[in-house]
């Protein structure tokens, strides 16, 4: 059943007489595609109702699929387009299509204008959530910044899940159900050429693929109960990478960025914003493995002191074991929080690094952060909406956002990272 278009200029508009009647899971209708969201999505609506469209681009006509419904709005697939927009391109995928894979959110759009759909959702949640100002927001310079490399080939590290025949492959959007590819298109080349597709894998439950920028390469069969730490099958179990002009060895399962050239670029980023000097002592909260502390120690001296606090047990180890030449490091086992609200590290302190989680450092962490007094907080961000949020928190404390730098670091999907710089207000 396809209900009457509707353009996505008369939002509101009830329909002329009768009562409005929402949307059903499956249903098709015709609609104008408004701006881009968070999420690979775009919003339209359609007698007042908000609807979520995937695989759009603003101004497109489509026809949308209904895939879910809430209360308040509904989500739905463009699996027509009517009037296509000039940003649009065939995906190289033949995955990236609805009710397939559902891990590349934008191959449907020009590398370019990947970057400009980026920095407007930045922009809107800026807005939205940080509280700013257009005027501030326009003061940043809000931009994304493509990698080297191209938008293809780049990931180097992917978690294939594992259907019940056996088959490996990537998962639907919103979905555990796996499709089974031949390909993936953003994998690193050399995983793209292990044997992991098209083999049966009957005892596991994802099959975990590394390629290193120090060379190694991986495969790990991941069994049912997740809880228990397996060496891969193919491969060393630990991996070098190559990052801030040090070599860096770390469990093939440690955490490492998935861009090639991720560490480097977010270095450099945190560095020229932070501008360390030396004697400045630091705080490299979430540290991980210590890649921002071994830059910044290298800028502040060996007499300085840097602290990384991390609380997962394989980043802790892969902290120490990298960072055991430099004099002035030191690595605290705790989660943030914990460390700073029982003092396992304590103010006054110059700089601090925050690279948190995808769900942001809290209000609470924020807080202490400020209370301890640096200069300057360098904040490496994986989600705006949460960034955002902890720029409201720094702002009630009086606090900036003075400068902010985005970059491309997952092409094709709808990812991206911030570095913000954040000081007391003059």
Not at 81 to 97: G, S, T
Not at 247 to 259: D, I, K, N, R
Not at 335 to 342: C, G, N, S
Request: some cysteine; glycine content about 10%; charged content about 20%.
């Amino acid at each position: 059943m396809t209900r009457p278009s509707v353009d996505a200029s008369r939002a509101g508009a009830g329909p002329a007489d009768g009562e409005r009647r929402g949307l059903e899971e499956a249903e098709r209708v015709e609609l104008t595609v408004d701006a881009v969201a968070p999420g690979g999505h775009c919003v339209a609506r359609v007698d007042g109702q908000v609807v979520f469209v995937r695989h759009a681009l603003p101004g497109e006509r489509v026809v949308a699929e209904v895939t879910e419904v809430h209360r308040g709005f509904v989500r739905a697939d463009a699996v027509t387009v009517l009037d296509a927009a000039p940003q649009r391109v065939a995906p190289p995928c033949p995955y990236a299509k609805p009710g397939l894979c559902g891990g590349c959110d934008l191959q449907h759009v020009a590398p370019a204008a990947q970057l400009d759909w980026k920095a407007a959702v930045v922009r809107e949640q800026l807005r939205r959530l940080a509280g700013l100002a257009d005027a501030e927001i326009d003061r940043l310079g809000v931009r994304v910044a493509a990698l080297p490399g191209g938008p293809l080939g780049w990931r180097s590290r992917v978690r294939y899940a594992v259907d019940a025949a056996g088959r490996a492959g990537l998962l639907k959007h919103r979905s555990h159900e796996v499709v089974p590819v031949d390909r993936c298109l953003i994998a690193h080349p050399a995983i793209q050429a292990l044997p992991v597709l098209g083999r049966p894998w009957p005892a596991a439950e994802a099959v975990e693929a590394v390629a290193s920028t120090g060379g190694d390469v991986t495969v790990t069969a991941l069994p049912p109960d997740g809880s228990v730490a397996v060496p891969p099958i193919d491969g060393p179990q630990t991996v070098r990478e190559v990052a801030a002009g040090r070599e860096w060895t770390l469990p093939a399962s440690g955490f490492w960025q998935v861009h090639p050239a991720a560490a480097d670029t977010l270095v450099g980023a945190v560095l020229d914003l932070l501008d360390p000097q030396p004697g400045e002592s630091a705080w490299d909260l979430y540290g991980g493995a210590g890649l921002f502390a071994a830059a910044v120690a290298a800028r502040v001296g060996p007499a300085a002191r840097v602290t990384v606090v991390e609380s997962a047990g394989e980043g802790v180890a892969a902290a120490r074991d990298n960072l055991r030449d430099l004099p002035g490091v030191e690595v605290v086992a705790a989660r943030v929080e914990t460390a700073l609200a029982r003092r396992r590290i304590t103010g006054p302190v110059d700089l601090v690094v925050l690279d948190p989680p995808r769900s942001g450092a809290g209000a609470r962490v924020v807080r202490d952060v400020v209370a301890a007094g640096p200069r300057a907080v360098a904040y490496v961000a994986c989600d705006p909406a949460a960034f955002a949020r902890d720029v409201r928190t720094f702002a009630e404390a009086g606090w900036e956002l003075a400068a902010l730098r985005g970059f491309d670091l997952f092409p094709m999907t709808q990812h991206v990272e911030l570095v913000g710089l954040l000081r007391p207000g003059r």
